[in-house]
């Protein structure tokens, strides 16, 4: 039997916050998802004004860093056509987003999800996705202090 | 130019607090979804140990009752071999269902969104959801209350 | 952060000799299919002979099983029309299958996988399945006596 | 009437046991599908560690290699834009896999099926489905040679 690690309820809604605050500081309503490590959503928002259309990006962005652990700009990079992995934009019956602001989260070496963010430029949705990462870390190494006094 | 009342996304969270309070109270850790008038999800969390299979489930939840502004209880009655609606379950590509569990909102006779349940049984699952819709319902009192001293 | 128990892919294989061991002894070629408990596909084996149509139907009772924790045949007894669950056979873009041959697979009181057996009648893909499950059982058990020593 | 040659059972394990032997040398769990001559998957299982989005990658590239009869990077090589075969990528319900790592199995000059191989790089990917291949041809020479004695 496999032990896996994966994102809770609360740490996804601590990376949708912090997200949301990033958000608004910005200026963008944005489309948030947050997936476990086998890319099935955890947590989602559409903050007021976010794009209809960037729901399933959203999600698609999620499920992508989660389960194949890699930022989705990693796969936007290598997937230019005459390079051996373009294609794979269309895997997973669409649901495999190469479209920046997808971020996977890693406790160590294990990648226990992935949040995903559309309706801003990529930039811009990367930029919201990794506010909502650096919280959630921010939060452990609080809980680690803690802990250690 | 029309005007559409629509669920804002505080409104879907304060339904989803108060539907994950009531899945706390009877045990069943449950996936809740909330969709606006058209249908598109608006908020969603997957509480620690709901089911994966309940994710698409509680968003086709959410869907129908926003979009269709009917329980999904109401679909499931008269979907039945022989009734002229019978057939309503496969349609929408697969995202209408008919299955307890799925409760419009209303703003006067405006259906503003839904709320999908799934991980527990029928009852349960329509439960959790009517807890929902009846703190956002108990929300706009208040609030009205307060407008009116 | 969560920790979530899984099937290994060891473990998913030893549960596939033991139910092809079965579908020899009834001389019925069978397709079979072990997902983890999100739902995932571990491994999977069609025998010689096996039908072509029971690839998604193994592998969607596989997924069944797994990520909704019970037997297919528990959501085919309740899954008929009038009945407020009727629905649920074509939820999942029809990944989620209501016919008999999928089992869960428990370790305590964990889902942590499920098998899905297709191409025989649905009793003898009941039948194949449980052997399947009835192994693992029984290596994890010898594994314990072991370790009692 | 026709009479097709196909993959059996064992030797898609054969390839499956060779092609997971490889991975491990090379330190990559991989998820690793074995379709037969009409792009139907007999044999499948995903390494421990395996990316859950691998899954349908590696079946689609087992699908492409097997019913088009040509390696998935062929297919990559051509389809760039411009190029006749441009699009080709988003045919047959976006199960038609143009990245590398599929490769099809012949028996002289049938194509009998193919074997795909996803959760590394392409390069990776294409190794370790080479590995399944030769062991699979090296187990045919073995036999003709024993029968010759």
Known sequence: MLSIKRLSRDEAFIMIAAAEKKATAIGVPQVIAVADESG???AFSRMDGGKSS???IAIAK?????AA???T????EHCVPGSPSFGIHVSNEGKFSIIG???PVYAGNDCIG???VSSGTPAQDVEVADAGVKALEAQWK???ARTKK
Request: hydrophobic residues 35%.
């Open 40 to 42: 099935n959503l955890i």
């Open 54 to 56: 960037s729901i399933q």
């Open 62 to 66: 999620a499920f992508t860093s989660g």
């Open 69 to 71: 652990r890699n930022p």
């Open 73 to 76: 700009m990693f796969y936007n």
């Open 101 to 103: 602001g997808g971020v």
């Open 114 to 116: 992935g949040i995903g």
């Open 142 to 144: 609080r809980k680690k």
